[in-house]
C-alpha cells in the first residue's frame, strides 16, 4: 500500500468526512451557504483589526505581513492558472511580476507622472502583452524545456532593468504615489470618511482599542491595512473571473491541454491558442500583484525581483494544491506569511520553512489542498490498488 | 449494402500513393485506397503492416513523405491536427487516451466544444451565447454517453470507468467533434466475445447514423462482420482490397495475413 494515497477509514479521517459531510450537507443549503461565504468575506477583510492572539505577528507590522500574504496569493491565483489549469511549468513568474511594478513605477513617476488608478490597467495591460509575446515562442517546447526557458525570462527581465538608466536601473524607482484617498485628508485628524477603530487583546473581555484605528481610507506608509483591503478586493474579483473561465469550455480545454496534449488536439482542441492563453491571463494576475506592491512599498528596485521569487511562488502554487485555486491562494499565505511569523527564530526561520515544505513534499506531495477530482483519482486509484492486493494474496 | 451501390458512392477521404519514411524505415510505400461515404471500412494487416501510421497521416498527426491524403476533395498537408478534427475526421486511440481527471461527460464536452467559438471573454460575462453553446454541449454529450452505452456514468471521472466503458467513452467523444469519418483504431482490443459483439453492433449503429467509418483491428471476425470493404496491408504496402468475402478468399491475403495452414484465425490472439 502507498502510504501517501492512504484512505483507509482510520478513526480521524472517519471523523474528518463525518465532518466534510456535515459541512456539505450546510453548504446545499443555499441562503445557508450565501451567509457562510459573506461572514467568511467580512472576516478577511476584518482580518488586520482583530489582532487575533497566535496568528497575529510580533515585531512586525501585522498589517503589512497581511498585505504580503495577500499580494503572494493574488499571485498563486494567477500561477495556478499555468501551472495547476493549463499544466506548464513557469519558473519565471517573478519576470511578470517584475513588469506589472515597473511598469506602475515608470507610469506614475517622473517619465510620466500618472495617477496610480490610470495606470493600474496599463499596467496589467503591459503584463498580459508581454506573457503573449514571451508565449508565442516558447510555449512550443514542452515540460522541462519550458521551465528552463521561463527561468531564464525571469532572470533576463531583472537584467535589463539593472542595465537600463531610464528604468532606474540598479537604484530603483522610488516615490511611487499611493492610490487616492478617499474622504478629507485634513492633517492631524488622521483622515478618511470614518476611522475603524482595532480589536485589543490586552484585557479581559476584549475591549475596543480607541487610540488605534485605521482610517478608512487613507493610503500612507505608516497603516497597510487599506492595501490590504485594495489587494483583497482585487484577490476576491480575480477569484471570481477565475471561477467563470475554469467552468468552461476554456477550462476543459485546459485541462485537457494538461491531461494529454496530443489527444486535446485531436479532440480539436487548439492547444496551442489555450496554452498562450494561460500564459497571459496568469501573467496579468501576476502583473496585477506587482502593480500593487510598487504602490504599497512606494519603492522598487531590481534586487526584489530575484529568481528565488519566482520558486517561491512555484512552492506556493505546489505545496497549496496546483489545481485548486483556494488551495493554491492558501500556499500564497502560508509562503508569505510563515516566515514573517517566525520571524523571532531570526536566522532559523527559513531552515524551518525549507523544513516544513519537505515535510509536505514526503507526505502529502499532492499539495495541501489538492483539486476534489484528484482527490477522488486518488481513492479510486488506491481503492483498485487494494483489491489487487486482496486478489495476489489469495 | 450492395457492391453496385458501394462503388458509385463519393469518395470522403482518398490516400493517394502515400509514402511515409522515418529516416531508413519505410513505413507506408505508395498506399491508395479511398474510403466512400456512409461505409465502413476496415484496414487490417499484421503487426507492423502500417495501420496506425495510415491512420497517423490521415489525422495529421504524420506528414506524408510523398503522395496526399485528400478529405472531401481537399489536401490535409501543412494542416493542423485540429484542423482537420474540425473539417471533419475524428479517432480514438489504440491506447487509451482519455483525459482521466475528467468526469466521462466533460471528456465527450471537450469533444464538442471543437466547433464551440466561446471564448475566455463570453465565459468571463456569462453571455446568453455562452450559455446557449454550453447547455448545447452538455445535452449533447449527454445523449452521446447514452448512445454508447454509458449513459449512467456520466459523471464518473474516466480513469474509474471499466475498461470497457473507457473505449466506448473514447468513441463517443470523437463523435463529440462531429466527424464525417470515424476513425477507430483497434476498438476491440482486450475485449471478450461478448463485448465484441456489442462494439459491432455500437459500429454498425454509428454507420446508421451517417458516419462512415473506418476500422483498424486485429479481430478478424470482428473485420469480416462488420465491414463493407477491407483493405489489407503488409508491409507498408496494401496487397489486396476488396469485400470481406474476397478478402477471405484472397491468397495473397491468406499467405501474408492470416500465415500457414492451421492460423487461420487471429482472433485466437
Known amino acids: 500500500m502507498n502510504r501517501y494515497y492512504d484512505f483507509a477509514p482510520s478513526g480521524l479521517s472517519r471523523g474528518w468526512s463525518a465532518f466534510r459531510g456535515w459541512l456539505g450537507g450546510l453548504l446545499d443549503n443555499k441562503p445557508t451557504r450565501v451567509a457562510l461565504i459573506a461572514v467568511g468575506i467580512v472576516f478577511v477583510y476584518a482580518l488586520p483589526l482583530l489582532n487575533l492572539p497566535v496568528i497575529t505577528t510580533s515585531g512586525v507590522d501585522f498589517g503589512g505581513v497581511m498585505f504580503d500574504a495577500a499580494a503572494y496569493a493574488l499571485i498563486a491565483v494567477g500561477l495556478n492558472i499555468v501551472i495547476g489549469y493549463a499544466g506548464l511549468l513557469d519558473l519565471g513568474y517573478v519576470g511578470f511580476y517584475a513588469i506589472g511594478a515597473y511598469t506602475t513605477g515608470i507610469l506614475t513617476t517622473y517619465h510620466f507622472h500618472w495617477p496610480f488608478l490610470l495606470a493600474l490597467p496599463v499596467a496589467i495591460a503591459v503584463t498580459m502583452l508581454s506573457g503573449l509575446i514571451l508565449g508565442a515562442p516558447t510555449l512550443r517546447v514542452r515540460g522541462d524545456y519550458l521551465a528552463i526557458v521561463t527561468l531564464g525570462f525571469g532572470e533576463i527581465i531583472r537584467l535589463v532593468i539593472v542595465n537600463t538608466h531610464w528604468l532606474g536601473a540598479a537604484q530603483g524607482i522610488d516615490n511611487i504615489p499611493a492610490p487616492p484617498n478617499i474622504g478629507p485628508n485634513a492633517p492631524g485628524q488622521g483622515g478618511g470618511l470614518f476611522q475603524v477603530p482595532h480589536l485589543s487583546w490586552g484585557t479581559f473581555p476584549n475591549i475596543i482599542d480607541v487610540g488605534h484605528k485605521t482610517p478608512f481610507l487613507k493610503f500612507g506608509p505608516i497603516d497597510a491595512i487599506p492595501f490590504y483591503w485594495m489587494i483583497v478586493t482585487a484577490f476576491f474579483i480575480v477569484i471570481i473571473a477565475d471561477i467563470l473561465v475554469k467552468n468552461s469550455r476554456v477550462g476543459r480545454a485546459w485541462e485537457a491541454t494538461r491531461e494529454d496534449e496530443d489527444a486535446a488536439e485531436l479532440m480539436g482542441v487548439p492547444t496551442f491558442k489555450f496554452k498562450l492563453l494561460a500564459f497571459a491571463l496568469g501573467a496579468a494576475v501576476g502583473g496585477l500583484s506587482g502593480a500593487f506592491y510598487a504602490t504599497r512599498n512606494g519603492f522598487i528596485s531590481p534586487a526584489t525581483f530575484l529568481l528565488l521569487l519566482s520558486e517561491l511562488f512555484v512552492a506556493a502554487v505546489i505545496v497549496g494544491g496546483a489545481g485548486n485555486r483556494w488551495g493554491a491562494a492558501f500556499g500564497g499565505v502560508l509562503v508569505a506569511y510563515l516566515p514573517d511569523r517566525f520571524r523571532s527564530f531570526s536566522d532559523w526561520r527559513m531552515l524551518v520553512f525549507g523544513l516544513a515544505l519537505m515535510a509536505l513534499a514526503i507526505w502529502r506531495p499532492q499539495g495541501i489542498f489538492p483539486p476534489r477530482r484528484t482527490r477522488r483519482a486518488l481513492a479510486a486509484e488506491a481503492q483498485i490498488e487494494e483489491l489487487e492486493g486482496e486478489a495476489v494474496d489469495v | ?269
Not at chain 2, 466547433?115 to 447547455?135: D, I, M, Q, Y
Open chain 2, 1 to 269: 449494402m450492395s457492391e453496385e451501390t458501394t462503388d458509385t458512392r463519393r469518395a470522403l477521404l482518398e490516400v493517394d500513393d502515400v509514402t511515409i519514411k522515418f529516416g531508413g524505415l519505410t513505413a507506408l510505400d505508395g498506399v491508395t485506397f479511398d474510403i466512400k461515404e456512409g461505409e465502413i471500412l476496415g484496414l487490417i494487416g499484421p503487426n507492423g503492416a502500417g495501420k496506425t501510421t495510415c491512420f497517423n497521416v490521415m489525422t495529421g498527426v504524420y506528414q506524408a513523405t510523398s503522395g496526399q491524403v485528400r478529405f472531401a476533395g481537399s489536401p490535409l498537408a501543412k494542416m493542423q491536427r485540429h484542423q482537420i478534427t474540425k473539417l471533419g475526421i475524428a479517432r480514438t486511440f489504440q491506447n487509451i487516451r482519455l483525459f482521466k481527471t475528467m468526469t466521462a461527460l466533460e471528456n465527450v464536452m471537450v469533444g464538442a466544444d471543437a466547433h464551440s467559438k466561446v471564448g475566455v471573454l463570453n465565459a468571463l460575462f456569462r453571455t446568453p451565447r455562452h450559455r446557449r453553446t454550453e447547455s448545447a454541449a452538455i445535452e449533447e454529450a449527454r445523449e452521446l454517453l447514452k448512445f454508447v452505452g454509458v449513459g449512467g456514468r456520466a459523471d464518473e471521472l474516466a480513469a474509474n470507468l471499466s475498461y470497457g466503458d473507457q473505449r466506448r467513452l473514447e468513441i463517443a467523444r470523437a463523435l463529440a467533434t462531429k466527424p464525417k469519418l470515424l476513425c477507430l483504431d483497434e476498438p476491440a482490443a482486450g475485449f471478450n466475445p461478448a463485448e465484441k459483439q456489442r462494439l459491432m453492433e455500437l459500429i454498425r449503429k454509428v454507420r446508421d447514423r451517417g458516419y462512415t467509418v473506418l476500422l483498424i483491428e486485429h479481430d478478424m471476425r470482428l473485420v469480416m462482420g462488420v465491414t463493407d470493404r477491407i483493405v489489407v496491408l503488409e508491409f507498408g504496402r496494401k496487397i489486396a482490397e476488396g469485400t470481406p468475402a474476397e478478402v477471405r478468399e484472397n491468397p495473397a491475403v491468406i499467405a501474408a495475413y492470416l500465415g500457414v495452414e492451421e492460423d487461420d484465425d487471429d482472433a485466437a490472439s
